[in-house]
């Protein structure tokens, strides 16, 4: 039997996959009682994983992201093996763009180890950290500075990025849909992201496990604009099939 941890996982899993579980068909799945489902239930919806209806439980809003602080703790030891795995991908002397998210941020610090990068970001947070190494160039994107994240964001930052031509694009995002579609919940934030691909040599989306199937209502791309995924577990068989089908690579961090 599963633990209460594990349990939590395969009841968000099983709610991505479905759109909608009842409480009575996960007690009986997990052979507990529905008490306890409620509590899972609640818990998750605490972490705004999910959302409560009347018997049940779905997947919360595609129009709105978690917020910023849940993000930061969300599968953090999964996204420091993957930003370790992308920064090892990285060379010294390299330019790079990096955006808004807590898992490029973690990229970010991944990457203080190297020299002599040259970075352009979006990202206050990612700024602060790097702007600390003596031998590393920032350049920040000039726009609307959002007070939830301390992204940037609109035409200043766009028309900046368009200046460069770059090495490595490194981007987070929302969500993946099995057929390869890159989602996201800001649409401003999504034209940065698309001006980061366009003018960058190679494109590195770093995307724990979570973002497979999640559902976000901006579209930003597809796998096949990216060249390489970084992630933490194998991708479910269709998304895995689109990144074959687009001649993809795949790096997965293992398990320490």
Same mark, same amino acid.
């Given at each position: ?28 799945? *997990?052979?507990? /009682? ?12 605490? !972490?705004?994983?999910?959302?409560? +209806? ?11 992201? =978690?917020? +910023? ?6 599968? =953090? ?19 790079? #763009? ?5 898992? /490029?941020?973690?990229?970010? !610090?991944? =990457? ?8 352009? /970001? ?9 702007? @600390? !190494? ?7 994107? $000039? ?20 200046? #460069? !031509? ?5 981007? $987070? ?11 996201? *919940?800001? +649409? ?12 960058? %040599? ?9 973002? *497979? @199937?999640?559902?976000?209502?901006? %579209?930003? @791309? ?25 001649? %993809?690579? =795949? ?6």
């Amino acid at each position: 039997m599963a633990n209460e941890s594990e349990r939590r996982e395969q009841i968000l899993e099983l709610v991505r996959r479905q759109g909608f579980a009842s409480i009575e068909a996960l007690a009986q799945k *997990f052979q507990v /009682t529905p008490q306890t489902i409620r509590r899972d239930i609640n818990d998750l919806c605490r !972490k705004a994983l999910l959302r409560r +209806y009347h018997g049940g439980a779905g997947l919360p809003s595609s129009v709105e992201n =978690l917020a +910023y602080q849940t993000r930061q703790v969300l599968h =953090l030891a999964e996204k420091r093996r993957i930003a370790r795995l992308v920064a090892e991908h990285i060379p010294d002397a390299a330019s790079i #763009f990096i955006n808004i998210g807590t898992t /490029t941020e973690e990229v970010a !610090k991944a =990457l203080m180890e190297h020299q002599g990068l040259r970075i352009i /970001t979006n990202n206050l947070n990612v700024a602060g950290m790097l702007a @600390g !190494k003596a031998d590393f160039q920032v350049i920040v994107a $000039g726009g609307i500075v959002r007070a939830r994240d301390r992204g940037i964001v609109g035409e200043a930052a766009i028309d900046l990025i368009r200046q #460069f !031509k770059v090495d490595f694009g490194i981007i $987070g995002i929302s969500g993946i849909d099995l057929d390869g579609t890159l989602l996201d *919940f800001d +649409y401003q934030e999504v034209r940065v992201a698309q001006a980061i691909i366009a003018n960058s %040599r190679k494109v590195f989306l770093a995307a724990d496990h979570s973002k *497979f @199937g999640r559902s976000a209502m901006v %579209r930003l @791309g597809h796998v096949d604009q990216i060249d390489a995924l970084f992630t933490d577990a194998p991708p479910p068989a269709p998304l895995g099939d689109a990144l074959r089908a687009a001649e %993809r690579e =795949l790096f997965v961090a293992a398990a320490e």
